[in-house]
């Protein structure tokens, strides 16, 4: 069974930084491409960021670029987030997805909730 | 970037009959003939789900009551017959080129 758990969210001040982490079993982790998804409270869903099977290269939307950083360790079967320059627009939780052909998110971990307030 | 524009917002609809959300990509997202548009079903308090993937082949497990169709750029998540478990949040997506992209979301209720 395909397991996706994210830890590492929590309260964080505007301006400071936020390590995420997603721990992966069930599959190949070093086959697939991966990513981050957020959904602000009450919203839709974003994409934030997605990485290559190898971790060569990495994609972000303008919203988050030059702040986060994904990366992967496949010998540990898990994709990170790093989360700097926080802002209140940041708040949402935040969700690991695998992303099969056609960037097609098509498993989901529970989420980690991030909120970003003084 | 590629805009996805859904509609309705939300929607009620009566059990046993049909629903139809629509979602217009504002540019081709077709590669080597396959429409990259994907749906998501997102029922309250749960985590999203895909239902649908290029256009319109249904995940693993998903009922055929749901299913995916498009006619210039104009793509269409059907729903038939409407069960009280399908009340739900659904989503497009689309998965041609970064940056990836969500439509707003339509909230199916039951009337």
Known sequence: ?118 | NIVLTQSPASLAVILGQKATISCTASESVNKFGINLMHWYQQKPGQLPKILIYNEFSRAPGIPARFSGDEAELNFTLTIEPVEADDVATYYCQQGLTFPLTFGSGTKLEIK
């Open chain 1, 1 to 118: 069974e395909v397991q996706l758990v994210e830890t590492g969210g929590g309260l964080v001040q505007p301006g400071r930084s936020l390590k995420l982490s997603c721990v992966a079993s069930g599959f190949t982790f070093n086959n697939y491409w991966m990513s981050w998804t957020r959904q602000a409270p009450g919203k839709g869903l974003e994409w934030v960021a997605s990485i290559t099977n190898s971790g060569g290269s990495t994609y972000y939307p303008d919203s988050v670029k030059g702040r986060f950083t994904i990366s992967r360790d496949n010998a540990q079967n898990t994709l990170y987030l790093q989360m700097n320059s926080l802002r209140s627009e940041d708040t949402a939780t935040y969700y690991c997805t695998r992303l099969y052909r056609g960037y097609v998110m098509d498993a989901w971990g529970q989420g980690a909730s991030v909120t970003v307030s003084s």
